[in-house]
């Protein structure tokens, strides 16, 4: 279902390119960027009003999120027939509203079900999972772009639909597969719902069930650590939207032709999966965090050097390879690093509200930063990512730091960390 919404919300380069910048003029002046623009700031805006109905209605994670894609996907549907870019912007304007309950809400279930050293690895296959199938949209998008023609439409508008028809099926399939919370979750026994909230009372003493105010919310809005994971988020994500929705743009100008610009767009998706997923198994072996998000982002950084001063087109996109990889794996260790130093599900259910956030203006930087008036090679946009590179070190380097004092002084006596005696801070 994650990968659907990140099709839906990034198959705008695939859809300009298969006619949409004619038939509605995205090509002229800045629509493309506002249309980009315009799904962030809902998305951001109701990411915590989402997850707050999410955790204080009682609503189950096999309503909710299938619930939501469902909805994202019927007006994906519905943008195949908009008559111009206006009506375009406003559609994206909705996605944004629903698409705001899926990512948080996936991040908030499947923290409840794993003790933190042991969740990177399942944040990154869920996430990176869904990422790789969203690279592979441009390919997909192509293939319907070509055979379009034989049913009447243009380009553009079946990729909208068939996008948009295969999230609903992704929400049909997920009624009957996305399980509910462990504590009443009806795909295992009670044995195994007994080992499973064991495991997690052990690590960070937070089974007990919480009613989450409004109060609660702002009381949590108040650690500065979240928007610290916010910020770190929000430049990680900077770079994956701005490869998703200009990539294919940035190939094209190097003179390949539409269909390989696509194509060429989708294998740094799959060394991303691989890379990210290793990171994060050693990542949970050793108990860290920290270090994992600084050499990622050293990696996203040279390779976005190389994709931008590349001294061919080979090397230029091998070096997408590590810009991709490098930001991608950043995306979930961030998320699980984030997960990882808040105690209590009311903390848990705000925390992952307000880093996603993050990611939706992270989007937003992206969409600025790439302006068409740099096309072919948008060099202001690629040293706005190393920037924000350079950012996650250094604030990476922070809160290492800090986390570090607080778990010596913790280890001697002098503090006690997030209410317990025994929790300690992941590095």
């Known amino acids: 279902m994650y990968g659907m919404s990140l099709i839906d919300r990034t198959d705008l380069p695939s859809a300009r390119l298969n006619g949409a910048e004619l038939g509605l003029g995205l090509g002229v002046g800045q629509r493309y960027t506002i249309i980009t623009c315009v799904f962030f700031i809902t998305y951001i805006f109701?990411?915590?009003?989402?997850?707050?109905v999410f955790k204080r209605s009682g609503i189950s994670p096999k309503i909710w999120l299938p619930g939501c894609t469902l909805c994202f996907g019927l007006i994906k549907l519905g943008s195949g027939w908009v008559p111009n870019w206006q009506v375009l912007a406003g559609v994206?304007?909705?996605?944004g509203i629903f698409e705001a309950g899926l990512f948080p809400g996936c991040v908030y279930l499947i923290s409840n079900w794993y003790p933190r050293h042991v969740l990177a690895k399942r944040i990154a296959a869920f996430y990176l999972g869904g990422a790789c199938l969203g690279g592979f949209g441009n390919i997909i998008a192509y293939g319907w772009g070509q055979i379009a023609p034989r049913y009447g439409l243009a380009g553009w508008q079946w990729i909208f639909i068939m996008m948009g028809v295969l999230t609903i099926v992704s929400a049909i399939i997920g009624f009957v597969l996305v399980p509910g919370f462990p504590q009443n979750s009806t795909t295992i026994n009670d044995h195994e719902r007994k080992l499973i909230l064991k495991r997690i009372e052990i690590d960070r003493h937070d089974v007990v069930e919480e009613k989450l105010t409004v109060g609660e919310v702002f009381k949590h809005l108040g650690n500065i650590r979240i928007w610290a994971y916010g910020l770190l988020f929000c430049l990680s994500t900077l770079p994956a939207y701005a490869f998703a929705y200009f990539l294919s743009l940035i190939f094209r100008g190097f003179g390949y032709s539409v269909a390989l610009s696509q194509i060429l767009s989708a294998p740094p998706y799959v060394f991303a999966l691989i890379y990210g997923f290793g990171l994060g198994a050693v990542s949970d072996k050793q108990r860290h965090r920290g270090?994992?998000?600084?050499?990622?982002a050293l990696m996203a950084l040279a390779g976005t050097v190389g994709l931008g001063?590349?001294?061919?087109?080979?090397?230029?996109?091998?070096?997408?390879?590590?810009a991709q990889a490098g930001c991608q794996s950043n995306v979930s260790m961030v998320v699980s690093w984030s997960s990882n130093n808040v105690r209590t599900q009311n903390q848990r259910a705000v925390n992952s509200a307000v880093v996603v956030a993050g990611g939706g203006i992270g989007g937003i930087v992206a969409a600025v930063a790439f302006q068409q008036k740099d096309a072919p090679g948008y060099i202001p946009g690629l040293w706005t990512v190393i920037a924000g590179q350079i950012v996650i070190i250094a604030v990476s380097c922070v809160l290492m730091?800090?986390?570090?004092?607080q778990?010596?002084?913790a280890d001697e006596g002098k503090r006690v960390l997030e209410g317990h005696q025994t929790y300690r801070y992941t590095l």
Not at 309 to 321: H, K, T
């Open 46 to 52: 109701f990411e915590i009003p989402a997850n707050y």
């Open 92 to 95: 994206r304007v909705l996605l």
């Open 291 to 296: 270090s994992y998000v600084i050499l990622s």
């Open 309 to 322: 001063y590349g001294g061919s087109n080979a090397g230029r996109f091998a070096a997408a390879f590590f």
């Open 401 to 405: 730091a800090w986390y570090k004092a």
């Open 407 to 409: 778990n010596r002084k």
